[in-house]
């Protein structure tokens, strides 16, 4: 009697941590896709929440798709001229918004910066005064 594999697929990792399911990561779209991914991370540095992580590889998703109808353009395949300018758009939007983001949470002042502002510098002569 044969027996029934009731094995889910596998999702596939890649390098860096992005989550593919039932995609072979081999395929020249699938190393460009990482490659934004990782191009985008990198440009908006390491200290990435969750959700901008999630914003950066929809991003990656659409630029890679824009890219691909660029490709079709140089081929002379017809393509949707308003569909490419709205996949860029999309794609610099969700990237401003997750460097916005980014800003907005180191735009307060250092501990230092505030002790400083509050209570004054300190100096040597300052110090060792009673």
């Keep these: ?29 699938a190393r460009r896709y990482r490659q934004l991914v990782e191009q985008f991370e990198a440009e908006l540095g390491a200290d990435l929440s969750a959700a901008d992580r999630e914003l950066v590889k ?45 800003k907005a949470k180191s735009a307060g002042p250092t501990l230092a910066e505030y002790l400083k502002e509050k209570y004054g510098a300190r100096t040597a002569d300052n110090a060792e005064a009673p």
Excluded: N
């Design 58 to 102: 929809t991003a990656a998703g659409l630029v890679l798709r824009r890219e691909q109808m660029e490709q079709a353009v140089i081929k002379g395949e017809p393509v949707d001229g308003d569909q490419m300018v709205r996949l860029a758009s999309e794609a610099r939007r969700i990237l401003s918004k997750v460097k916005a983001s980014k």
């Design 1 to 29: 009697m044969p027996s029934q594999s009731t094995a889910r697929p596998r999702l596939r990792r890649t390098r860096a941590g992005t989550v593919m399911p039932r995609v072979d990561g081999r395929f020249l779209h």
